[in-house]
């Protein structure tokens, strides 16, 4: 299994090949005002405006760091009529893992996100379910966007 | 309101109530005394004597006088006795008009008037002119019949003459009769009155008496308590209240007097203990201050000796400075040698610094040219680094894309790993030369830095050079200058070292003026001891004073 492996504050994290639509390079956004502080903006993609979440913000609590590394990756959440793109924002994004062992760390309930760590690779990269990494308040809005 | 009413007002309405009624007494009696005087002694002395007179003389009212020489002259034969006769009745006649007219104006116009004046006169005119014309004609012509018949005529009128007469002398005697019966009763009534009068004159001045008795004793008693109070306060015995009274009157305004006055008495001794008080420790901080005084004189004194030794040792050291600054004014005059020496030595330095600034500034233009190029090697650097990161982003889609494939996939997997690891390479390449190029810029900073910094040195040193000439320069004008002033300072320590002996001198006048202080407090001090001792007696005197609590 391929895994695109990133940082998000001090944590190493990757995500599965498959749950990725596309990875964009940093670009400026348009802030949208009265969001909520994660959401940091609206990103023109394949003609329609994906929202972007900054996982530094969401899991360090500070803004990613404005370099190269730091990519927009695309990927796709829900299914069927509630399928939604939301782009997410972490720091050096530039990695392609091979994963072919997995093993099971610390089972956190209100981080159910975090899934198995990628056992043969250095650093121990933990995967993260997309569908699982927003909180609910925030698909609500996106889902929201989408009926209206 | 009679309480109230004073001494002397009260005294005065008395005698004024005395005087109304003596004057009241005075004119009932004068009034009876003249209403009935008639009654008086004298008056009966004067009656008596006209009713001797009137009964011993013919009354000339009466004209039996006048009828009785008729009489006679019709028996007469002897013509001078005839002649004698009728002048006679002449002159009765004349008397008769004239009392006639008296009495005509006397006379009220009453019923006994009209008898007198009208009645009884009217007869004896008509008798009179009988008399004279008829009788007096017949006499002398001796015809005696007709004498008789007129004589009868005239007999009538004389009766008639005699009744109205008789009638009047009865109408007076009724009349004084009733006159003397009123005087009776006026003098009783008046007699009543002035024993009335004479009694309430009595009664006022027993009332008089009585209160000027009653007066004298309240006054004798208050002037007493007012002497006994005086006594006491004499004796310094102020506790005593003083009765007051209600009285406005003198000895009550005496009494309040007396109290107030042993008010203020006490007042006036009670503050004038306070201030003996005050004055005993005024007098003995007096004392006590002079002492201070006399020892911080002696101080002084002391003082002014130290200061006096103090000068004295002044005067000596600026007479050694004066010798010390003479050695130094040798040493100026060689340091001002030197100090040219070291100016013509200083114009060659400062040619060597310009060359050596010149140099510098060239360092520095080659220094900047090299920071320059690094600038545009870091340029080129940084595109190659963008350009990896696309191919690094290119490669992981391609990648991922490929992943998604699946089998079909896997040769273009291969190629995008391929790819991804060229880019990486680069972007380690670039990172590289990155690295590369900001330590040669860090060395080329430093450099120039160091380089202006030398530059920087070279230029003040040039200043400094200057600087230093121009120092020189002053050195020897103000070591020059310097002669002169230490010219001004030894006169100004001349002049010092004799202030110094001036100041000695002063010193000894003002121990001498201390001295004389010190004996004019010794003086104070024991005027200080005579005042504690007037106050002390003083004090003796007012503890005489008894104030009570």
Partial sequence: ?148 | MQRNSQLASRLSIFVGVFLILFAGFAMVAWRTLDQVRVKGALYDEIILGNDLIADILPPPQYIIESYLLTLQLVEEKDPAEITRLIERGNELRIEYENRQEHWKRVLAKDTMGDLMTVTSSRAAMEFYRLRDGDFVNAIRAGDRELARKVLEQMRQRYEAHRYAILEVVQLARQRNAKFETQADELIVGQTRTLALLALGIVLVVVVMAWFARRAAATLSDRVQLVSDIADRVAQGDLTTTVPTTDDRDETGRLLTAISGMNQSLRGLVTRVKQASVELMSTATEFAATSRQQESTVQGFGASTNEIAAAVKQIAATSQELLATMEGLNAVSGQTADLAEQGQSGLSNLDSTMDRLAQAANAMAARLAAIREEAAEITGVVTTISKVADQTNLLSINAAIEAEKAGEQGLGFLVLAREIRRLADQTAVATLDIEQMVKQMQTAVSAGVMEIDRFAEEVRSGVGTVDRVGGQFGQIISQVKTLSERFDTVNHGMRSQSQGARQIGEAMGQLLDGARQTSLSLREFNAATESLRDAVTVLKQEIAKFNLGS
């Fill in chain 1, 1 to 148: 299994m391929l895994a695109l492996a990133f940082r998000a504050g001090d944590a190493l994290l990757a995500l599965a090949a498959r749950d990725i639509v596309e990875v964009l390079p940093r670009v400026p956004l348009r802030t949208p005002s009265l969001a909520p502080a994660a959401v940091i903006g609206l990103l023109p993609f394949r003609g329609t405006l994906t929202p972007v979440v900054d996982l530094c913000l969401l899991v360090a609590g500070r803004p990613s760091a404005r370099q190269l590394g730091t990519r927009i990756i695309v990927v796709r959440i829900g299914s069927g009529d509630k399928e939604r793109l939301v782009g997410l924002q972490a720091e050096q994004v530039s990695e392609l893992i091979d994963c072919e062992r997995t093993a099971r760390g610390l089972h956190l309930p209100e981080h159910a996100w975090l899934g198995e760590h990628v056992a043969d690779q250095p650093g121990l990269p933990q995967l993260v379910d997309p569908s699982e990494l927003l909180p609910d308040a925030l698909i609500a809005l996106f889902t929201d966007r989408a009926d209206a």
